[in-house]
């Protein structure tokens, strides 16, 4: 008798399949947004899984946001395109909203392997829904932002309508550590603790809207 057995992990990215980018930008002067999936496999294929959360864990509340397909089969060497679609939902109109795009690959069972380990892999991609005619340029929202020091803080305000990603912040040479609290909402503060004996100019890198780095911006000496 075949044994198979089904395991689940999150990761950043879905091994084996790929996928076109590490998040999706709504705009909503258009009707849908989209993200590619890529099966890179010479035989294997796999079952493609996509739904979209709520940004807050406690927010049982249904998305306003639905994917399709929701369910199909990637061949191998095949490609699909994921569609986000929004069904409605009262969402602020004067900045952005944020949610969870989850992608889940589920590899085929070899009905030869009696004894399989199957691991399905869900990615989780930040899905940004920015309205139509907000003030302000999203590609510039990183260079604004007002950085001070509050005792052994490091505190940041964020004046614009735009969601900012960090990848890293440092006080002089020490890097901050960031990484349980790295996206800055809009009109929002976040604050984290300094290094110890950390002087010098606050620097900064984004991540922009196609996952790449930003230059450094600073504050002054």
């Known amino acids: 008798m075949a044994a198979i057995a089904l395991m689940a992990i999150t990761l950043p990215a879905t091994a084996g399949v790929i996928i076109g980018g590490t998040r999706v930008v709504y705009d909503g ?3 849908e947004a989209s993200i590619s999936v890529k099966n890179p496999e010479k035989v294997a294929p796999y079952l493609m899984q996509s739904w979209v959360e709520n940004n807050s864990e406690s927010d049982s ?8 397909p929701p369910l199909f089969r990637l061949d191998a060497g095949k490609e699909n395109v994921l569609r986000i679609v929004r069904t409605g939902g009262n969402l602020p109109t004067d900045r952005e909203s944020i949610f969870w795009l989850n992608i889940k690959s589920i590899p085929a069972s070899n009905k030869t392997d009696e004894n399989q380990l199957l691991i399905s892999v869900k990615a989780r991609l930040k899905l940004i829904y920015r309205p139509e005619g907000l003030k302000g340029d999203a590609n510039e929202a990183w260079k604004t932002l007002n950085f001070s020091r509050q005792g052994d803080k490091l505190r940041v305000n964020n004046p614009t309508p735009y969601y900012v990603s ?21 009109m929002g503060t976040l604050s984290w603790t300094l290094p110890a004996g950390a002087t010098g100019k606050i620097s900064w890198k984004a991540i922009n809207d196609y996952g790449g780095i930003t230059e450094e911006a600073s504050t002054p000496q």
């Not at 960031?178 to 909402?185: E, G």
Request: charged residues 25%; positive net charge; aromatic residues 6%.
């Open 29 to 31: 002067a258009r009707k």
């Open 61 to 68: 509340s249904k998305p306003p946001f639905i994917v399709t």
């Open 166 to 186: 960090f990848q890293t912040i440092k006080v002089g040479a020490q890097e901050v550590d960031i990484k349980d609290s790295a996206t800055l909402a809009p």
